[in-house]
């Protein structure tokens, strides 16, 4: 497809703007001024329209597509959700931080409150910033409290420890947070070896981030010795929520020995993932680093009005502007009130079931390195098909060509070919076995014409793309 | 069983799946979970309806004053919203869809992405810009660690005309990181040069600067990017991407990072987001940026096609070495800026900021007529000015919330000795009428 | 030139395109309209910007008072509407696409309408469907013309317990056709069934009957559907769709044209419409329905698909001996029905009937226990009931508006010596708090 | 694509219903009581918004394709109209019909007031009536107008003149007002001829309905010729709106001579045709056929307050419930005010010079069996493509496969093999170019390889239908 840029015509406009009713200002100086106008596209609203509408229509996504792409809780995203959103355009954020704004921002306040509330008893922390902007902002948050907290005790602490299964983000964030990061391998049994991460700990580790169940979807059996032993050198456990779909109202991080947990509200909490984003990963803790949260925090005080406290003394301080990612939050608190404790629970529960249904019917055909009962999600390797020429990203274009959006593909790394598969709560039976009947036929395919499968797709806008090209060329930018 | 109709399942398919599942029943798949790991207590509220939910949110909502008549900025601003942003962003398939890993059923995304960036180099006149990051405040701190990366030096100098809100955020990003942030009193609403020069030593990685700034005024920044880049340091500015309708744009200026905020470019106020946070550079940096980069390549039949690429700069391939943590960035915020820049348009974009700046002249002689206003006078403005009241601010701005105007943010919480000040923002939203009701409200008050 | 940007051409192109036409302006391609006929006046007012048209449209809707409780109904009906059919009826490819004439390109829209087809068969029991009339009133005008088409008779009855407005429109269909309407006056608020009787001659080409009625009365139309058909004339009933989730269908009951407003199934209040009308019938008279008929069939290849069929009915073929001149109908609102319909479910419809019906039997026992009220005691009812004031009802309806309440519809503008009659309609949305609220508020009134 | 109901799942539950706060009445006696439920497919929420994103998806609309669909008028449909819409959705009409309820209605009722006005300015009109739901209802409206104003007169009239180029509607409308219908047919020159047009006419004629532009697209040079004539005899001449998107500002029915006149708000007034419908049909008539016009109609009293009438002694009733089509009355109200007097000018102007471009773009591949300055549409014949066995079918089948929505073929009916093209006004030159493009490489293919035009198309979700199967079976219901 042309870009909106080749279709643009000089002169053409999309939209007209208001006319002014005031005398216009004389210029700017000159070096100010700029002298010649942004090279935007000049395009009719139709032409804008059509452009984007098709540009669309060459996605794959939740609504057209089943969307197994593991450790990403594809989830369907419930349209009374958007209409929550829409309901709080109108309001200012810079309101309520006017001498006397907050009055006239109750709701938006009130509801940011309730949130906060609500994560803190699904996660079993004790209280809760909605600030972070997405899971790995929430992760660098968390991990800047973690080492507040170290600082305000005096502990001088230089590292932070991670499974090597965990998501890529986990160090990258404590990084940012300015911790060096010991790497924990995973035992045979799927989870961080228990012996290896024991040696590695010490009086200088400040914390050690665990996803529960890990990236195998699997329930780590040791979590609370893991715990216990981190507790034990004073380091803190930084719970990774982007698994949480699996376990609400079956065990909660707190109760486990956790000390800050992020969630993320675009996997578990239902709302959409934008192509990339917006998310929303709000952060909660233990009543010791409730000191060090971010600002402004909210508070309810006696006669039940929200006010910010925008000063407190061992905050971090901002982690972003304003409030967070408000209207992810709105989605997230509809849904959560609309589902209910039952609901919830529910989720965990069909997620968990789906999960080892399809587990179940495709290890005849794909090889299972961890085969227990899973959590919200399995992870397969082509390990079989690879000795076909076969590899893991061709299973994943034939799943395209059927109308599949493929699996996570080689993630976690400790798989070989890895393909993890996170079918979600919200996928039917029918969805489930359409999508089982794909799979086997790729894998029968791999053995009986595996060029077939090496071809896929054939049926999408484009064939395989050169990424190499892309990488040297770094072609980022039109040029015409 | 059946309680949320999220959860599809009949009975008799649980019934069919836990068979094959080898499970009696859903409880016995959570048995890898110890019982005394078991949560004790779940406290969620029973759940309800979508029209209940509805009706709820709906409450919620009406908990707010909506009918508030904004002239207030600081990072968010009140424009227009040509009704085919929502309409096309709101297409299931762009915002249902994940990160576009696989790029050939992902090219819609992809394709807007290459797009947006473009809109975002022509618009800063950088060469090359990622496809989002997190707001305007992340955003100064990225680049900040991007400088950091580029120069391998240790020091962050940041004007203090620069939000007080993006200060903060550079400041927690880099609370624990073996970085020193020095930063630079304002000089009559403007950078002070000479201090600067005082500080820019082999050290300085980046001097971080906002145009216009905080108090509204807009500064040459030619000048001030040749002096830093003489010290060996980068020149990172902050910018209002509406006022690039007519003001030069920060590549012209020599910046060599631009960034800023994407909520005024078709995202609404929406209590403060989702919006988005561009970073734009000169190509030298683009190994060091931050976040996604979608790139132009040709399929094995040569047909033009997008991907993701640089990706080995990603958490999810270099973990701890990453250039950044991000992940989920701001995508569908990105595509509302891409279909509103590409509705405005070129000669819109000129335009809609000659409206904003034609607004707040308008409003800036209106209040400096009142007796006692006097306006902050040091440089040229865009669509918001700093005035200084006869009397203390904060007390006004009070009064007039009760009216139904949000008169300006009061600089009192964020400067020293500034009880008076107060920063007024003006968009083309704003009618005569409304400025004219601000002045007279003004006036009654002082 | 380009005032608008929905006419997207420039000067230059204007002056291309108008050189290969062979005019030297537009101006000259108006030439075929002879200069004295030429407009001498065009008032229309200056045009806006979109932010300001939609501003205006703002201030427009808010000259409606939106804080009404309704206990009204009378065709339209204050229902839930799931957000789904919102944003899959948003889907511009539905919304902007014309009527399916190209099957190929038009299978979304025509699979849609079969799916609506048989969705209203399995509500109302009937055999066959079209794909939508304009409303319920119109559809019942459309059923009486199709009987007088299938019997070749001349004469319909009309049960004075049908709503007035569908009795108008009838007439008004009817107005200059050289056809009898004979009206049955109600008898305690159902059909007289005596009078009836009495005018079931071999001129009866139909019946026409609401159920539940005008009233709120639902009646068992299987000894009436015998009674006509004995006499050679078809049953025509008007049924309100959502009560078919409890109430025996016209199928069933043995009517012959089953019809309806499909406002409650999904489409809103929205001042009186769009709308849909449905009309369903036994297959016999599938030729001599009117409007669209959507068909299954298979490509040359054998694959499933859809297309309009039976278009040989259709004014576009027949003309003047067309079964209706319907053309354009109300697609877009019945597949807003379909998706309704779907959602709500088998279970769900039957649910919801009930839960109307539950609320309804709430307020007409809170209501009979007022003073002086009492209730029209001749049938049962399902959301909508009549009852009798101790005094006229449209003094306290006028005041009770006042107090943001809209109690029910006072039968006097439409019956004779009913001045202290009032049609009360209860919905599934309508609370036991709300519904208390008017048992006190009119308890003060009366 | 599966049907809803092979979906269908028993027991599953597409959306939740509100808890019951009363307590449940006692069931319906047998005989009213539904035995068996109605069999509504059952699925999901996912199930229900995945299924009819993908029908979406199997359709051209004008946001994803150029549709010049002649007499149809598919012009762009602006967004913000749509969300003008919204903003009356809670509104109950009833409301306005209650003893002082039109106090709570000003709004809805000064809008309608208001586009009545406007509209009457458009046509020339002395007033106009909003209710009618539709083009062809406003056509029957018109008719029983005029039969009104005759039948008040006293005189006795049976026939309604209409030419050979007309609508179907328009035969089909003046048959239900009760007239017959004399048809004229099409002199060589393209208009309805003169000579026989006078032989039809007689005291007997109500009314002469006609089309101007008619459905060649071309003005009639006669026309006031015509309604004199016409007026001569006593009938009344009605006009046909459909094709007012050539003509406003331009020339108006009213001045012409045109009594009566309906307007297709889904055409020209930029409202969407929504699959099929709905649209809207405001009639406009001249002062001597106001006192005849459907009720409820809505004045302004001397206080600007707007009140409803509802029994004027000689008004033909009600032509719908309530207030007709209002949110599509909505959106043209928008829109005329949005466009304003020079914006609707310049519609009619650049639906002119579109369709003139792209008729001397293709006279040199197809026969122009007109060959005249058009107005808003031109028709040619594939009478020469016919001599290859390429049918206007053909083309237009042809066109799907590159991605246009085919012009109306065989019709109107005086044109052998007709393909009516109506690009609007909203097009751009680019994409009519394209259009051209096509179309030429259509009529070279028809000579060339008429096999492949035949065969066409090919990228369809299915090829050609069988139409006759359809219409011998009846299969008009699932049955599964």
């Known amino acids: 497809?042309?870009?909106?840029?080749?279709?643009?015509?000089?002169?053409?406009?999309?939209?007209?703007?208001?006319?002014?009713?005031?005398?216009?200002?004389?210029?700017?100086?000159?070096?100010?001024?700029?002298?010649?106008?942004?090279?935007?596209?000049?395009?009719?609203?139709?032409?804008?329209?059509?452009?984007?509408?098709?540009?669309?229509?060459?996605?794959?996504?939740?609504?057209?597509?089943?969307?197994?792409?593991?450790?990403?809780?594809?989830?369907?995203?419930?349209?009374?959700?958007?209409?929550?959103?829409?309901?709080?355009?109108?309001?200012?954020?810079?309101?309520?931080?006017?001498?006397?704004?907050?009055?006239?921002?109750?709701?938006?306040?009130?509801?940011?409150?309730?949130?906060?509330?609500?994560?803190?008893?699904?996660?079993?922390?004790?209280?809760?910033?909605?600030?972070?902007?997405?899971?790995?902002?929430?992760?660098?948050?968390?991990?800047?409290?973690?080492?507040?907290?170290?600082?305000?005790?005096?502990?001088?602490?230089?590292?932070?420890?991670?499974?090597?299964?965990?998501?890529?983000?986990?160090?990258?964030?404590?990084?940012?947070?300015?911790?060096?990061?010991?790497?924990?391998?995973?035992?045979?049994?799927?989870?961080?070896?228990?012996?290896?991460?024991?040696?590695?700990?010490?009086?200088?580790?400040?914390?050690?981030?665990?996803?529960?169940?890990?990236?195998?979807?699997?329930?780590?059996?040791?979590?609370?010795?893991?715990?216990?032993?981190?507790?034990?050198?004073?380091?803190?456990?930084?719970?990774?929520?982007?698994?949480?779909?699996?376990?609400?109202?079956?065990?909660?991080?707190?109760?486990?020995?956790?000390?800050?947990?992020?969630?993320?509200?675009?996997?578990?909490?239902?709302?959409?993932?934008?192509?990339?984003?917006?998310?929303?990963?709000?952060?909660?803790?233990?009543?010791?680093?409730?000191?060090?949260?971010?600002?402004?925090?909210?508070?309810?005080?006696?006669?039940?009005?929200?006010?910010?406290?925008?000063?407190?003394?061992?905050?971090?301080?901002?982690?972003?502007?304003?409030?967070?990612?408000?209207?992810?939050?709105?989605?997230?608190?509809?849904?959560?009130?609309?589902?209910?404790?039952?609901?919830?629970?529910?989720?965990?529960?069909?997620?968990?079931?789906?999960?080892?249904?399809?587990?179940?019917?495709?290890?005849?055909?794909?090889?299972?390195?961890?085969?227990?009962?899973?959590?919200?999600?399995?992870?397969?390797?082509?390990?079989?098909?690879?000795?076909?020429?076969?590899?893991?990203?061709?299973?994943?274009?034939?799943?395209?060509?059927?109308?599949?959006?493929?699996?996570?593909?080689?993630?976690?790394?400790?798989?070989?070919?890895?393909?993890?598969?996170?079918?979600?709560?919200?996928?039917?039976?029918?969805?489930?076995?359409?999508?089982?009947?794909?799979?086997?036929?790729?894998?029968?395919?791999?053995?009986?014409?595996?060029?077939?499968?090496?071809?896929?797709?054939?049926?999408?806008?484009?064939s395989r793309l050169d990424e190499t090209k892309a990488a040297r060329e770094q072609h980022v930018c039109y040029l015409g | 069983m059946n309680d949320s109709h999220y959860c599809p399942h009949t009975p008799e398919e649980i019934r069919e799946m836990l068979s094959v599942a080898g499970a009696s029943s859903v409880e016995e798949l959570f048995a890898p979970i110890p019982p005394e790991l078991r949560a004790k207590t779940f406290n969620i509220p029973p759940g309800m309806s979508e029209f209940e939910t509805f009706a709820r949110m709906q409450a919620i909502a009406a908990d707010n004053s909506a009918a508030m008549v904004n002239f207030i900025g600081g990072g968010f601003y009140d424009h227009i919203i040509p009704a085919v942003v929502d309409h096309l962003s709101g297409r299931a398939e762009f915002y249902t869809a994940y990160t576009p890993y696989q790029p050939e059923c992902s090219q819609g995304t992809l394709q807007a992405l290459f797009e947006y960036q473009t809109a975002i180099c022509r618009l800063t006149g950088m060469e090359v810009s990622n496809a989002s990051l997190y707001d305007g405040a992340t955003a100064c701190a990225e680049a900040a660690m991007m400088a950091l990366r580029v120069t391998g030096r240790t020091r962050i100098v940041v004007d203090g005309c620069v939000s007080p809100f993006s200060r903060q955020v550079l400041k927690t990003y880099l609370y624990n990181q073996a970085v020193e942030v020095v930063e630079i009193a304002p000089l009559d609403g403007l950078l002070n040069r000479a201090a600067l020069a005082a500080c820019l030593d082999e050290h300085v990685a980046a001097v971080l600067v906002q145009n216009p700034n905080f108090f509204g005024c807009i500064e040459d920044l030619s000048p001030l990017a040749e002096q830093v880049h003489a010290a060996g340091a980068l020149l990172v500015a902050s910018v209002y991407p509406i006022s690039l309708g007519i003001i030069t744009s920060p590549g012209e200026m020599g910046v060599d990072i631009a960034v800023g905020d994407g909520q005024s470019l078709g995202n609404p106020l929406s209590f403060g987001g989702p919006s988005f946070g561009f970073l734009a550079a000169k190509k030298a940096f683009i190994r060091n940026m931050p976040g996604r980069i979608v790139g132009e390549t040709v399929d094995k039949n040569g047909k033009r096609g997008f991907v993701l690429t640089l990706q080995a700069r990603e958490q999810h391939i270099k973990r701890h070495k990453a250039t950044s943590n991000i992940c989920s960035n701001q995508g569908l915020c990105a595509l509302r800026g891409l279909i509103f820049l590409s509705a405005v348009g070129r000669e819109g974009v000129a335009d809609l900021a000659r409206l904003n700046r034609d607004k707040a002249e308008y409003a800036k002689a209106r209040l400096a007529g009142i007796p006692g206003v006097t306006v902050l006078p040091s440089a040229p403005t865009f669509n918001e000015f700093t005035v200084f009241l006869p009397k203390p601010a904060a007390p006004v701005v009070a009064e007039l919330l009760k009216q139904g105007i949000a008169p300006g943010v009061p600089l009192e919480d964020y400067y020293e000795d500034s009880a008076n000040a107060l920063v007024v923002t003006v968009t083309e939203k704003r009618t005569k009428k409304e400025i004219d009701w601000l002045t007279e409200a003004l006036r009654a008050e002082l």
């Open chain 1, 1 to 462: 497809m042309e870009l909106i840029y080749e279709k643009s015509v000089p002169g053409r406009r999309g939209v007209k703007l208001p006319a002014s009713d005031v005398p216009p200002a004389p210029p700017l100086p000159e070096g100010l001024l700029r002298t010649e106008p942004a090279g935007l596209a000049e395009v009719s609203e139709l032409d804008l329209v059509r452009h984007f509408t098709n540009l669309s229509r060459l996605n794959f996504s939740v609504d057209t597509n089943f969307y197994p792409l593991g450790s990403c809780t594809m989830k369907y995203n419930a349209k009374v959700l958007e209409n929550a959103a829409v309901l709080f355009v109108p309001f200012h954020p810079m309101t309520a931080l006017l001498p006397g704004g907050g009055e006239f921002c109750q709701g938006s306040l009130g509801m940011l409150y309730d949130l906060g509330q609500m994560l803190a008893d699904i996660t079993g922390m004790d209280e809760v910033t909605t600030q972070p902007l997405a899971g790995a902002h929430g992760e660098m948050t968390g991990i800047l409290l973690i080492s507040a907290y170290h600082r305000a005790k005096g502990n001088r602490k230089k590292y932070v420890v991670v499974p090597d299964s965990s998501h890529g983000t986990n160090p990258a964030s404590a990084t940012i947070a300015g911790y060096e990061i010991i790497t924990v391998p995973t035992a045979p049994y799927g989870d961080m070896d228990l012996e290896l991460f024991r040696q590695a700990m010490s009086d200088e580790v400040a914390a050690v981030m665990m996803t529960c169940p890990n990236t195998l979807g699997l329930f780590n059996p040791h979590i609370k010795e893991i715990c216990d032993i981190a507790h034990s050198f004073g380091a803190l456990m930084y719970y990774d929520g982007a698994n949480l779909n699996a376990i609400m109202g079956k065990v909660k991080p707190g109760d486990v020995g956790f000390d800050v947990v992020h969630v993320n509200l675009h996997k578990t909490f239902g709302t959409p993932h934008g192509g990339g984003g917006p998310g929303a990963g709000p952060v909660g803790v233990k009543k010791a680093l409730i000191p060090f949260l971010p600002q402004p925090r909210i508070d309810m005080d006696d006669e039940g009005t929200f006010v910010l406290q925008t000063s407190r003394p061992g905050s971090i301080g901002r982690a972003a502007n304003f409030f967070g990612n408000f209207g992810i939050m709105v989605r997230a608190y509809a849904y959560i009130i609309m589902l209910g404790r039952e609901g919830l629970i529910q989720v965990s529960e069909q997620a968990v079931l789906n999960a080892n249904y399809i587990k179940e019917r495709l290890k005849p055909y794909y090889d299972l390195p961890y085969d227990q009962t899973c959590m919200h999600e399995c992870v397969f390797s082509a390990s079989r098909q690879l000795a076909h020429g076969v590899h893991a990203i061709d299973i994943a274009k034939f799943l395209i060509d059927r109308g599949y959006h493929p699996p996570t593909v080689y993630f976690p790394l400790i798989v070989k070919e890895a393909i993890m598969i996170e079918p979600t709560e919200t996928e039917s039976k029918a969805a489930m076995d359409a999508f089982i009947d794909v799979m086997i036929e790729a894998a029968r395919t791999a053995e009986s014409d595996p060029q077939a499968v090496l071809d896929a797709p054939l049926t999408m806008p484009v």
